[in-house]
RNA sequence: GUCCUUGUAGUUCAAUGGAUAGAACAGGAGACUUCUAAGCUCUUGAUGUAGGUUCGAUUCCUACCGGGGACACCA
């Protein structure tokens, strides 16, 4: 529809005025009361033409009322020149139609269609704990890759763990010290905490830093021996435990690119291109950003011992992506804290394979920041995914225990995700999010439970209803449910466009206050008459158009919908 | 010091340069013999400071102030 508004428009400007090539705004007015959708186009003009913009839109308002096609009903001007434009009652009954044609896919896009998508996202630190900042990146990049699938591209998810490092050779060290060669690991704890003490054991003892460095050559080179070993087994037991962790987030991921394996294909790379790319600099190889650029730093890709880099395995990785298939669009999500080290890699990228820099996009979210000390004290220090998890799941459980509606065996998880989730997808990415439990993860209000609730409430309306049909009955009012539910489409495009999930949350708020207000107000089926009212099976089509559209919204975050609540 | 980023009610977040800056939480009030009250209705309250650009600025530009981040051999 806003096509066909704006091809309308490019129609009518063309024929009263003869202009062309005009850019103007097509958008849902905030207020309801203000029309379907309307235009700044007399605005805009106004200034070319040296009229009033009322003038000018009363000239265009003339032209398009000649040629509306039937789903508009009026054309108006409003405030300073706006034209607003009402859509037609059996417009939003067509729309009706279609939400039940498409099902799980009303809402999807084709802006990508048949191109190749790569997403990665929740790239661990194998040996470091799973904690908060990783679902964060999880629950973003879930969603972007969920996004990427419904713009009708072919997408693949991956994760690049980081799997050998000075760090992790650090705690094989403990681990070596404390449990011997034959250490089997039980649990993720005794891992992360090797991390941590082999960190702080470096930093106070002198004396182990040439046995770590030699673990970490062992590593390197996949030595036979029994750091070796041990990493080989704890490398396994991380990656299920990653695997255990994301799927209960919602996850699954098509691949893995392990950083020691870009390592040494992004080593091979820079000394191919140096010195035409990169230069020698102290014993190390660097890249020397053009003078111009004062955004970007210089950097080591090769230090001089000859390990690659951070910056190193970054080029090795960008080099695996665009090998393993043909890539359109390569979008990775990290913490902003890292913007400037990817704007180098990007840069120097650039002169290695232009495709790589020109095709990638660098999703980058704020970092979580916790209020005050309720956060250590409710679960101590930075906590773990899975703590963090636990604690939301019992105080669900408390939540729920005295509802009758809901069912013990339901599962109290997606209501615990669900919370979670929304308090991160609901901010625009790049943002740093103040994560206070007692606020943000709230169950209700705005809140992903909330959301959870009205298409749980909906749903058992269904379950009850008989008939139904998307006919529109005589002399109904059309509610705000229905100016807001076709939308959705815009919305998703959006949220594409921008890879911001948060466009999808913004608006299932508005969606689920609108059928929520309209159920505090409405008898959508009447048991106690044997027979409903006449605009009882419309009412019914409504509400499912919700629910369909609400489970739509959620896939797209993420967030799975209970059967009660 | 250089560069990047951010600043909106008491709090957590919205607002492609447009119409009266929206929600939610917290605070105050209320309705319901009704399909799930995690709900609904009403209410108090905000654009860091100073300039500039223009028909119009929370949005763009400049300076300042306050957060966050990066600045060569960590990731």
Redesign the pocket.
């Known amino acids: 529809m806003e096509t066909t508004i704006r091809e309308l428009i490019t129609a009518a400007l063309k024929e009263c005025y003869g202009l062309e090539g005009v850019v103007f705004?097509v958008?849902r007015?905030?207020?309801l009361a203000?029309?379907d959708y309307?235009t700044?186009v007399a605005?805009?003009i106004a200034?070319t033409l040296e009229d009033r913009?009322q003038a000018c839109a009363e000239t265009l308002v003339a032209t398009l009322n000649k040629n509306k096609p039937a789903d508009i009903e009026t054309i108006s001007i409003?405030?300073?020149g706006?034209i607003?434009f009402s859509l037609s009652a059996t417009f939003f009954t067509t729309t009706l139609k279609n939400i039940f044609e498409q099902k799980d896919r009303w809402g999807s896009s084709d802006l990508y269609k048949g191109k190749n998508i790569l997403v990665e996202h929740s790239s661990p630190?194998l040996f470091k704990a799973f904690h908060i900042g990783h679902v964060m990146n999880n629950a973003i990049g879930e969603s972007i890759g969920r996004l990427a699938k419904h713009s009708g591209a072919n997408v693949r998810v991956i994760s690049f763990p980081?799997d050998i490092?000075?760090?992790v050779a650090k705690a094989i060290f403990i681990l070596l010290e404390k449990y011997g060669e034959h250490f089997v690991p039980t649990d993720i704890a005794t891992l992360g905490d090797a991390y941590v003490e082999g960190t702080r054991r470096y930093d106070e003892d002198e004396s182990i830093h040439a046995r770590v460095k030699e673990i970490a050559d062992h590593l390197y080179q996949q030595t036979p021996s029994p750091e070796w070993t041990i990493f080989s087994i704890c490398k396994d037991y991380n990656i299920k435990y990653f695997e255990y962790i994301t799927a209960r987030l919602g996850s699954h991921f098509d691949g893995y690119i392990y950083?020691s394996q870009a390592g040494e294909i992004g080593k091979k790379i820079v000394l191919e291109h140096t010195p035409s790319v990169f230069t020698e600099?102290?014993?190390?190889i660097?890249y020397v950003p053009d003078e111009a650029r004062?955004?970007i730093?210089?950097?080591?890709f090769i230090?001089?011992?000859g390990?690659p880099?951070?910056e190193a395995?970054d080029i090795g990785l960008l080099s695996m992506k665009f090998a393993d298939q043909p890539l359109d669009l390569s979008i990775f999500v990290t913490d902003?804290?890292?913007?400037?080290?990817f704007q180098v890699v990007l840069d120097a990228a650039h002169h290695i394979n232009p495709a790589w820099s020109e095709k990638s996009v660098h999703v980058h979210h704020g970092?979580m920041s916790f209020?005050g000390q309720k956060m250590s004290s409710r679960l101590g220090g930075v906590p773990l995914a899975a703590d963090l998890l636990e604690t939301l799941i019992a105080e669900?459980q408390e939540?729920?225990k005295d509802?009758p509606?809901?069912d013990a065996k339901e599962n109290p998880e997606a209501?615990a995700i669900a919370a979670l989730k929304f308090?991160i997808l609901?901010?625009?990415a790049?943002?740093?999010?103040?994560f206070?439990p007692e606020?943000?993860l709230?169950?209700?209000?705005?809140?992903g439970?909330?959301l959870q609730?009205s298409t749980?409430?909906a749903?058992?309306?269904l379950a009850?209803a008989k008939d139904w049909g998307a006919e529109l009955p005589e002399g109904w009012q059309t509610t705000d449910l229905e100016k807001i539910l076709i939308h959705f489409p815009e919305v998703v495009e959006h949220a594409i466009q921008e890879w911001s999930p948060?466009f999808i949350v913004?608006y299932l708020?508005e969606l689920a206050?609108a059928f929520?207000?309209w159920?505090?107000?409405?008898?959508?089926?009447?048991?106690s008459v044997e027979q409903s009212d006449a605009a009882s099976p419309y009412k019914i089509a409504l509400t499912k158009a919700f629910t369909q559209t609400m489970q739509n919204g959620l896939y797209l975050l993420g967030i799975s919908v209970p059967e009660?609540?």
């Open positions: 705004a958008e007015p905030k207020e203000h029309g309307a700044n605005l805009v200034k913009p409003a405030g300073p706006f607003n630190n980081s490092s000075l760090g950083e600099s102290e014993g190390a660097v004062k955004d730093n210089t950097a080591v230090n001089s011992q390990n880099t951070y395995k902003n804290q890292q913007v400037p080290h970092r209020k669900v939540y729920t509802r509606t809901a209501i308090s609901r901010a625009m790049g943002k740093d999010i103040n206070d606020t943000s709230s169950f209700e209000g705005d809140s439970p909330y609730y749980v409430r749903n058992s309306i009850k948060h913004t708020l206050q929520n207000s159920y505090g107000n409405t008898k959508i089926i009447d048991q009660k609540m």
